[in-house]
């Protein structure tokens, strides 16, 4: 293990700086105490999972005191939700490199069925979700969808919420020697811009869900729905996810509801409309796996040109082999011809 960077040598813990205030710095992650002044995130990546189960799948509570699991029956539709991967030995966790804030690319490339590292943090996020509570000492309770909410909140371990995402984390993927610090502060970039995004989600997949045909009669498209505000009983109506407890869900709701909300939404729905272009046009790629996309498209394209100029080569040498031949065999037959001729 790594020393810090304080010089000590035998210490387990990572400490990774974060660029967060000294009004938020007392809400970080530790495994040991509940935070540091100089705003770290201590993060034991060698401790064992003590919440680690052997399916690996995640459990969530209906708010009645029991378990369900991922693997409960349920009506397909679309992709489904997106499991925590089972554990696999170290050895054969892919090996990932941190190449900026929240983008990945596999080492030496992505193995055949390895996830995107930000599709298993949204995963992770959701499996060990706060539920509604604080996002700091003096905060009211709100829906746990801030890193801040990760940082503040520890489980019956007295593990925060953020260490547990994090381990596990380093339970999927191996790192590239000498990059653990940066891909946790990738880990970090991530859920920051994942978490805010949830709730969007939710709840233009809440109106999918209530209303699947919009005012003409025609299939409800996510443009549509992102567009379409639901009464209270509407949304309380709809089938929560595993993860989502109902008092959380109900503080979305009444969010979702509320009048200020609902044009701060119209108002910044006007200014991305506003846009010249679209945001983006690699799709869920980041751009180091669109690079990497591109780079293997272009591999296969020039393979490609190589392997059709290799073809024509060979056509092209038969076909001067034959000519070769047929005039080889011309000339004996006209030898033949005059020495039969002579005799």
């Known amino acids: 293990m790594p020393s810090d960077s304080d010089g ?7 400490r990774v700086p974060t660029d967060r205030t000294e009004s938020s710095a007392s809400h970080q992650a530790t495994t040991e105490a509940s935070s540091s002044s100089d705003g770290d995130v201590g993060v034991d990546l060698d401790a ?11 459990e969530a509570s209906d708010g009645s005191g029991s378990t369900s699991s991922n693997t409960s029956n ?5 992709r489904g939700p997106g499991k925590v991967p089972e554990p696999t030995a170290a050895s054969n966790h892919p090996v990932i490199c941190p190449t900026g804030e929240g983008q990945w690319e596999f080492i030496p490339t992505q193995p055949k069925g390895a996830r995107p590292p930000n599709h298993v943090i949204g995963s992770l996020l959701r499996k060990h979700f706060p539920g509604l509570s604080k996002s700091g000492d003096d905060d009211p309770p709100s829906p746990g969808l801030t890193w801040e909410h990760y940082l503040h909140n520890k489980d019956e371990h007295d593990v925060t919420m953020a260490t547990r995402v994090i381990n596990d984390f380093f339970q999927t993927f191996a790192c590239v020697d000498g990059e653990q610090q940066k891909a946790i502060k990738g880990i970090m970039k991530s859920a920051r811009k994942i978490l805010p995004d949830t709730k969007h989600t939710l709840r233009y997949k809440a109106v999918m869900q209530c209303r699947p045909l919009d005012d003409k009669g025609e299939k409800m498209t996510r443009k549509t729905a992102c567009q379409t505000n639901l009464l209270r009983e509407e949304y309380l109506s709809v089938v929560k996810k595993p993860w989502m407890k109902d ?12 009048p200020a909300w609902q044009a701060q939404h119209v108002e910044k729905r006007n200014e991305r409309a506003k846009m010249p272009g679209p945001a983006h046009v690699q799709g869920s790629r980041n751009l180091t796996a ?3 996309h591109m780079e293997a498209k272009d591999l296969m394209a020039q393979r490609a040109v190589e392997e059709e100029q290799r073809r024509q080569a060979e056509q092209e040498s038969r076909e001067k082999e034959r ?5 080889r065999l011309k ?3 006209d030898q033949l011809r005059v020495e039969h001729y002579l005799n």
Do not use: F, H, I
């Open 48 to 58: 064992p999972d003590p919440l680690a189960t052997e399916s690996g799948d995640m």
């Open 290 to 292: 669109l690079k990497q």
């Open 247 to 258: 008092d959380c869900w109900e503080a979305l709701v009444d969010m979702w509801c509320d």
């Open 323 to 327: 000519e070769d031949t047929n005039k």
């Open 331 to 333: 000339l004996l037959e």
């Open 74 to 78: 349920r009506k397909k539709s679309g």
């Open 8 to 14: 000590s040598t035998g210490s387990k813990y990572r």
